[in-house]
Nanobody, 124 residues
């Protein structure tokens, strides 16, 4: 089992940047595919980005491609989401997720473990 704790959310103006972090407990972090999802007001939770266990394979939703970068540091048991050129529509609670599988990395149902989320608000 793994526990996930997100941090780094906050209020930022449109065009600004934020870096989210997700710290994982346990000694098996490197065996998990990691994903970032988000849920905006009145919306369903949606995929944003994912990264394979080694970090060599990454996936992005079209809506964030070119603006968000996912990375991981297996020595620190941490996954990051660097967000630039933020837009008001990026406003959401951002969740970190973990699962041993890679095949379902872009699917909400593809993750067994979830963090509590961190709020990102982008003002216009």
């Amino acid at each position: 089992q793994v526990q996930l704790v997100e941090s780094g959310g906050g209020l930022v103006q449109a065009g600004g940047s934020l870096r989210l972090s997700c710290a994982a407990s346990g000694r098996t972090f490197s065996t998990y595919t990691m994903g970032w999802f988000r849920q905006g007001p009145g919306k369903e939770r949606e995929f944003a980005a994912a990264i394979s266990r080694s970090g060599l394979i990454t996936y992005y939703a079209d809506s964030v491609k070119g603006r968000f970068t996912i990375s991981r540091d297996n020595a620190k048991n941490t996954v990051y989401l660097q967000m630039i050129s933020l837009k008001p529509e990026d406003t959401a609670v951002y969740y970190c997720a973990a699962d041993p599988r890679l095949l379902t990395a872009t699917m909400t149902s593809g993750y067994r473990y979830w963090g509590q989320g961190t709020q990102v608000t982008v003002s216009s």
